[in-house]
């Protein structure tokens, strides 16, 4: 069974940076499509970023497009954890948001329903 645990979290002002971190145990490696997703208070929980089998396989909403990065370790046959981060500059008040990672299938998706693992979330709070 995988679990995903976020955390990085935090306040901070607008045009400041955060790393979100979050470590998926349990097997990963039959199921390398993860992502990040946000959930701002009274919206929809939204698509971020989301990384596929290989570092060249990586989307980005429009959103957040030029301003995150995502990235991971390398999955193997023999990994315990896999942990993977989403670094986040030139942060806006509009990026606020539970942040939760999620793990689903093969194939890279930007579809909720893709996804059937999901971390606790973490809060990121960016004030003007």
């Known amino acids: 069974q995988v679990q995903l645990v976020e955390s990085g979290g935090g306040s901070v002002q607008t045009g400041d940076s955060l790393t979100l971190s979050c470590v998926a145990s349990?097997?990963?490696?039959?199921?390398?499509?993860m992502a990040w997703f946000r959930q701002a208070p009274g919206k929809e929980r939204e698509y971020v970023a989301g990384?596929?089998?290989?570092?060249?396989?990586?989307?980005?909403?429009?959103?957040v497009r030029g301003r995150f990065t995502i990235s991971r370790d390398t999955i193997s046959h023999d990994s315990v954890a896999t942990t993977m981060w989403l670094q986040m500059n030139s942060l806006k008040p509009e990026d606020t948001a539970i942040y939760y990672c999620?793990?689903?299938?093969?194939?890279?998706?930007?579809?909720?329903?893709?996804?059937?693992?999901w971390g606790q979330g973490t809060q990121v709070t960016v004030s003007s």
């Open positions: 999620a793990t689903g299938g093969v194939r890279l998706s930007d579809l909720r329903g893709d996804y059937d693992r």
């Open positions: 349990g097997g990963t490696f039959n199921r390398p499509a």
């Open positions: 990384i596929g089998r290989s570092d060249e396989d990586r989307n980005y909403s429009e959103p």
